[in-house]
């Protein structure tokens, strides 16, 4: 198993960019798919970005190419999100994610994650 811990949400104008950081405990970390999800207020959570084990492969949402960028550091069991351009609608709580094994198919279910940080605050003023 792993236990994953988010950090690096805040507030930021419309424009800024922000760092997210999500730490996995565990020693395997580099036998995990890893994403990043998000939830706003009264919405389903929706998939952001996923990384593979070895980050030679990554998706995004459409809503997000271009401007955010996903990446891992398996020595330190650590993955990233350098978010630009952030936008009102970028507004939610982003949570880290974790697979074992390959990205799936179905990469944008949040069904095929088993493991889940506790989310941090991304909030974009307009």
């Known amino acids: 198993q792993v236990q994953l811990v988010e950090s690096g949400g805040g507030l930021v104008q419309t424009g800024g960019s922000l760092r997210l950081s999500c730490a996995a405990s565990g020693r395997t970390f580099s036998t995990y798919t890893m994403g990043w999800f998000r939830q706003a207020p009264g919405k389903e959570r929706e998939f952001v970005a996923t990384?593979?084990?070895?980050?030679?492969?990554?998706y995004y949402a459409d809503s997000v190419k271009g401007r955010f960028t996903i990446s891992r550091d398996n020595a330190k069991n650590t993955m990233y999100m350098q978010m630009n351009s952030l936008k009102p609608e970028d507004t939610a709580v982003y949570y880290c994610a974790g697979r074992f094994g390959p990205v799936p198919a179905t990469w944008t279910s949040r069904y095929e994650y088993a493991y889940w940080g506790q989310g941090t605050q991304v909030t974009v003023s307009s």
């Open positions: 990384i593979s084990r070895f980050g030679d492969t990554t």
